[in-house]
Structure formats: C-alpha cells, structure tokens
C-alpha cells in the first residue's frame, strides 16, 4: 500500500469538511483531510483573540492599503483589522464577476467555520416540498424525516443553545438551555408575540452553535463577542474546537495544509474516482492521493470548481456535468432589507455582557395558504441595544460636559434585517475562465448571478413587514433600509451541483454521491437544490453526517 | 533700480533666506508615511482635540495623545484626495481663527477656543466644505480614539476582556454604563 493510499479523503477542512473527517474517522476510516491554505492551530494561533479594543493600532478598522489589497472583501463588513488573516489573498485567487458577486472565503484549516455568522436553524418539510409543489427546479430526494435524526445528532456534538419555542415552521432541536434577551427584546418580543397571536409570527432567542453549558476539551461561552478571531475557550463550533479534535483523537486522521485539489481522478473503468491530484501550494509539486472514498468540501463553488476540472477527457465540462446542471442553480441569501427604530424607556436598564446571538423572527410569508406575489419567505435577525448620550445632544458638542456624557448609557435601538430565499436559477451560474489564471496558474472562476423578480418583489414585504412589526411591538421613529441586493453578501452561497432524484437534471443523488462516480460525495452548499431562509450551515452538517455514514456503509458492503 | 531699493531687496532675500531656516528650525517638521506635518499643525489639532475632550478631574485628550491617534487614522485609514482636503480645510481653519481672533488658535484662551469649535457645531455656520470637513475629522476621530481608549473602557465604562456572563436586564445608576461594543 503505498503512503499516499487512504480509505477516504476529504478535500477541503471547513464546517462540511470537518464533519465528513470526523464521522469518517470515527467509523475507522483512515483518512487525509486536504486543505489548500495554512494550518491554523486551535486558541494557539488566535492571535488577535485576547486582544483589547484599544491595542488594535486602528481599533479594529480598516487602512487604505488593507482596502487595495481586498477589493472584494473591502465590499462590507469582513475587511478589518482584527481577524485579516482568516481572509483569503484575493491577488494570489481572483475570481471573474460576469455580475457583482461578492464572495467571502477563507483558505486555511477549518475554513470558514472559524468565521462563520453561527446561526443554526433546521428545515421544515414545507422547504423540502416547496420545488415540487411550485415547480421551481427539482424536487428534493429527501424528506424532513431523511434528516431528522442527523440535525439531532449534530446539533448534540456541535453544541447548538436555543430555546424550545414550538414554531411550527422552525422545528425545535437537540439545544443547549438559550441565551437570553435583553430586557427591550423581551417586551418587543411579548408585544410583537401578542399582536400576532393569530398570525402565526413569532420573536425568539436565536438558536446559535454558542455552548451555553462545557463540552469535552469546551468551555461554555463567555459572552466576550469576538468569535471570529477564534476563541480560547472553544465555545462556539468551528472544526478546530469540536470535529477535528474528535477525528484525530480516532489515530485515523492525517491533515495536510497547502494541498490544492486540481482534479478527481476518474477511472472509466470502473466508474468511480480513484483518488485526487494535489498541487503543493508551497513547493508548486504535484501528487496524487488515493482512497475508496472522496468527501469534496471544498465550499459551493470551489467544489463546482474541483469538479470542473475533473475528468474532462469524458466529459468536457467535468465530473458531475453530465446534467447539464453543474455550476448553476447559485443561490445565496438576499440580505440588507429590513427596519429599526428607537425604544422609549428603559433608562435605568441596561445588560452586561456581550452577547454573541440576537433575536430570530422566523419565515411566516406564503404559508396557510397565504399567497403573496412572489413565492418563498425570509426571516430576520436582529437585536436591541443601548447607544451613548453624547452623540445625540447637539449643544453639548465639545468640552467637559460633552466629555462626561460620552460615558453615559444613550438611547435604546432595536432593528431587524431580513435573510431572503433564493430561488435555484439555471442561468445563475458559475463557469470555469481559463483566459484568467490564480497565481499558481489554475483557472479560476467567473460567476454570473443576480436576484431576480422574486427577490425584488420579496424585499419590498421584507422592508414594510419589518417596519410595521416593530411600529406595532411599540418601537417609535421605525426607519427601513433596503440596500442593492447582490448575491455572495449573505455569504451563504448554494447549489452548483444539486441533489435531485434524475441524473438527467441533478447532480448528485439522495445520498449526496456523484451520480456519474458514486464514491464521490459532495455534501457542502453546492448540494442544495433549494436554499430556504434559515442560515444553511447546520443543515450541511447534519447531511454530511448522514452522507459520511452512508458512505461507510456502502463501503463495508462493496457498493462502493 | 536705485541703490537704496536694491539693498532693501537683497536685505529681505537675506532675511528671509536668514528666517527660513530658524523658521523650520522653530517648526520642525514631523514625515508620516503619506505627508509631513510641521509642529504647528500637530500643536492645532492636539489643542482643538483638548478642547473637544479637556481635561477635568479626569484625563483629556492631550493626557491620552489622542493627537497621535488622529493622524495615525488619518495617514493610514484616509485616502490621499480626503487628506489634501483635510490640509486644505486645516489652511482655512488657521484663516478663520486670523480672521476672526487675529491671533493663532495656539494663542486663544480656553473660551475663545470653545467658541470658535462650537461655530461648527451650527448647521447652516457658512463655512466650506474643506473647512467643516476639518473640523469633523478631527472631532470625529478625537472622540472615537477617546471611547476607545483603555483609559475611557477601563474607567468610564465597565469593559471586561472575558465578561463570562450576560446579565440581560442591569440596572444603571447616572455615569456607569457597561460597553457592549
């Protein structure tokens, strides 16, 4: 057996990556996990995680030179000073935008999980059923119940803290006791909860991956809201506080960084893959790694990508093309629409702590029967808070008495922005460029995708619903915001190579493999045949689970 | 040309060649990385920040180098155009002060100083664009250095590293606020 000979590998170390290694490895599966940026070493290189606000040189802001070097990130919120290096290096790996397509990755071990927004909601069947019923795509091979008991495995080891609110759209999970509202969110709530009794709208806590009670190696979250320069105590779920230590205490579990996957190797013969081709991205030298079985989690459009390039003597545009559906159907969450106001009272309130989580107003657009004049639904997240004074007293704009009212508890806000579906367009698609290379002289990507007519018409409920929800839980001076809607900005991008039940129209089949190799299994976003309103990651770890067991079981009988 | 006039000429090349080096002598001049401030320059804004954020019984602006931390945001975080508009908007500041005080702001007491910033706290104060852009970045970033300053989140407020609980409903008595940035 040679040294590069595993069981399974893995390509790619993110949320899905992370999970696949560890079920795999914990079935006794020997396994590479292959990750094509740095190591980063769980709390030991969270460099900037015990910081103080003040020993950031710019106090966490952005320099004119950081806003050169990433035209893209420099788009919203990521680009900072505080967790920079977590972003890839957008001149060694441009992408083409045929449209503006923003998009937010992270190249190093555990990918974007160590940065991910932690918002983890389940499906409703209504989200499975929703392409069938209306005609929009393909129909899910899957069913709530298929994934039922994985989203409650998962959110169990994962740590998910939410409270059982009995939402019927918005099942209630395996949760760790809830954080808390606030005392503005919990009267908003009551009121908002009470004028839509018989409405079916509710306010809740958000369910996030923050532990609210110690894990193994975990300790329960700190309210210190810095999860995204990684965090010490390992209190909320990222691979390297929760599945990568579980996959290498199995012995089974080989990781190796700076591994570019170029391409699946495909053997016609037997019509499976037999391994995968690395390029070093330190040494610019090329190896191959072989297993049984290949996990692909290289993110939705990097794994479109892997599988582009892949097997191209037969069929041109790659391993999974043979539909005709591989690299569209993008989706992504259309976000930046929604309301906030100020809240009367209150002043002699205020909370302690900083609170990783906010509030959650699940989807209840287009259901009972309800029609609007687009399909789907949005939810929102959003939150209370208290601002200071000083800002907003005009006659004391400078000096002694300015200076002190800085220091004093201001004004309460509350605001909601919406999180949108998607709908899976076949013409929103990405495609490799082969007239643009990366800087070890790959092709890259061009991604060609906008929000259409639905989402328009969505976002115009998603600004005066949330005006009028707050108006009517008593929140004065409602304002609404509705931003361009450009996709890649909810940073939850989905369906370059969707599951379905005909390879004649998806991609992969009911149990995530490749319908044209079936020992290979993509189960991060690019599965998704639809993209719902709840934040998608839980989902994907829940199908990997189910995917990475599946997988271990067709290998012991010979299917795979 | 007659003598007399010559002379004078070659006195005031003179002098002023003579002025020139005392001048910058006097004035030295401090090289970041994207343009030079003389030690006026850097003496107005750290007095303008003082003013905006004096010291009282507790520190201020000048106590706290919250100068420094201006033209740190300035040289690294603004772009070159908005930088010539900030020097541009700091000339008219010094012509206004002239005008108006006919002295330098340096050589204001505390009140005219106070009177001078508040002119810019008035929406409709006449001024240019440069000249209230000025005033702005400067108020803007003296204040933000201010509440983000250890001094201002370890004495002011209640910021705690590792707050390890989220007390959701606390009461506050006057000047105690807890930061939840």
């Known amino acids: ?560 | 040309m007659d003598r007399r006039t010559a002379l004078k000429n070659l006195a005031l090349v003179i002098g002023s060649a003579a002025l020139l080096p005392r001048c910058t002598e006097h004035n030295p001049v401090t090289h970041f990385k994207n343009f030079d401030v003389t030690n006026d320059q850097q003496s107005l804004v750290a007095d303008m920040a003082e003013t905006i954020i004096p010291k009282t019984g507790t520190p201020g602006a000048k106590d706290l180098m919250l100068d420094q931390f201006v033209w740190l945001m300035l040289d690294d975080c603004t772009k070159k155009d908005d930088q010539k508009t900030f020097f541009k908007g700091m000339g008219e500041f010094n012509d206004l002060t002239k005008k108006t005080y006919n002295k330098s702001f340096a050589d204001l007491d505390k009140k005219q100083k106070e009177d001078l910033l508040n002119t810019f706290e008035k929406k409709s104060n006449g001024y240019s664009k440069e000249l209230n852009g000025f005033f702005s970045t400067v108020k803007g970033l003296t204040v933000f250095g201010y509440t983000e300053s250890k001094y201002f989140m370890t004495k002011e407020i209640v910021y705690e590293l590792i707050p390890g609980r989220y007390n959701a409903w606390l009461p506050v008595k006057n000047n105690i606020a807890a930061k939840n940035g």
């Open chain 1, 1 to 560: 057996m040679s040294t590069n000979t595993y069981d399974a590998i893995v390509i790619g170390s993110g949320i899905s990556g992370g999970w696949a290694a560890k079920e795999l490895t914990k079935n006794g599966l020997k396994t590479i996990m292959l990750e094509r940026g740095r190591d980063i070493v769980h709390v030991k290189d969270y460099v900037n995680a015990n910081k103080a606000p003040w020993e950031f040189p710019h106090r966490g802001g952005r320099t004119v030179q950081m806003e050169k070097d990433y035209p893209v990130l420099k788009r919203d919120y990521p680009l900072n000073e505080t967790n920079l290096d977590y972003w890839v290096n957008e001149k060694e790996s441009p992408y083409v935008e045929i449209k503006r397509f923003d998009w937010f990755r992270g190249y190093h071990v555990g990918g974007r999980s160590l940065m991910w927004g932690r918002q983890s909601y389940r499906w409703h069947d209504v989200n499975f059923e929703e392409n069938a019923k209306q005609g929009i795509g393909v129909d899910w091979p899957i069913r709530y119940k298929d994934l039922e008991p994985w989203y409650t495995y998962v959110e169990g080891f994962a740590g998910i803290s939410g409270n059982r609110d009995h939402v019927e759209i918005l099942p209630d999970g395996n949760f760790m006791p809830p954080m808390e509202m606030n005392c503005v969110e919990k009267d908003v709530a009551a009121r908002m909860n009470a004028y839509y009794k018989d409405h079916d709208r509710h306010m809740i806590i958000g369910r996030t991956a923050n532990i609210t009670k110690p894990l193994p190696g975990r300790t329960n979250c700190q309210y210190r809201n810095k999860c995204w320069l990684g965090c010490p105590f390992g209190a909320y779920f990222s691979t390297q506080s929760s599945t990568l230590p579980a996959a290498v205490a199995t012995g089974n579990l080989t990781v190796r960084p700076w591994s570019i996957v170029t391409k699946i190797l495909y053997d016609k013969d037997t019509k499976k893959a037999k391994g995968v081709e690395v390029l070093d991205a330190q040494n610019n030298k090329t190896y191959e790694y072989y297993a049984k079985i290949i996990f692909l989690n290289a993110s939705t459009l990097n794994s479109a990508w892997v599988l582009m390039n892949s097997a191209t003597d037969i069929w041109p545009d790659g391993l999974g093309s043979s539909s005709g559906e591989l690299g569209h159907n993008l989706m992504d969450h259309h976000l930046g629409v929604g309301a906030g106001g100020t809240v009367e009272g209150y002043e002699d309130k205020y909370y302690f702590g900083r609170r990783a989580n906010g509030i959650y107003i699940p989807r209840y657009r287009n259901l009972h029967n309800e029609k609007r004049d687009y399909i789907r639904g949005f939810g929102y997240q959003g939150g209370a808070g208290r601002e200071e004074w000083g800002r907003a007293i005009p006659e004391m704009a400078i000096g002694g008495a300015f200076k002190d009212a800085l220091s004093e508890p201001g004004e309460w806000t509350m605001g909601i922005g919406g999180f949108g579906e998607t709908l899976p367009y076949h013409e929103n698609r990405c495609y490799l460029d082969k007239n643009v290379k990366d800087h070890w002289g790959l092709p890259v990507l061009a991604i060609d995708a906008t929000c259409k007519d639905n989402e328009l018409k969505m976002r115009i409920d998603m600004a005066n619903d949330a005006k009028e929800m707050l108006e009517n839980a008593g929140v004065k001076n409602v304002q609404t915001f509705n931003s361009e809607p450009v996709l890649g900005r909810g940073i939850h991008e989905m369906g370059t190579a969707r599951m379905g039940r005909d390879p004649k129209t998806s991609v992969l089949n009911e149990w995530n493999q490749v319908w044209d190799a079936k020992n290979v299994f993509v189960t991060d976003g690019a599965c998704m045949a639809s993209a719902a309103c709840q934040n998608p990651s839980l989902t994907y770890m829940a199908l990997t689970a189910r995917a990475a067991n599946h997988a271990f079981e067709e290998l012991k009988k010979g299917n795979v």
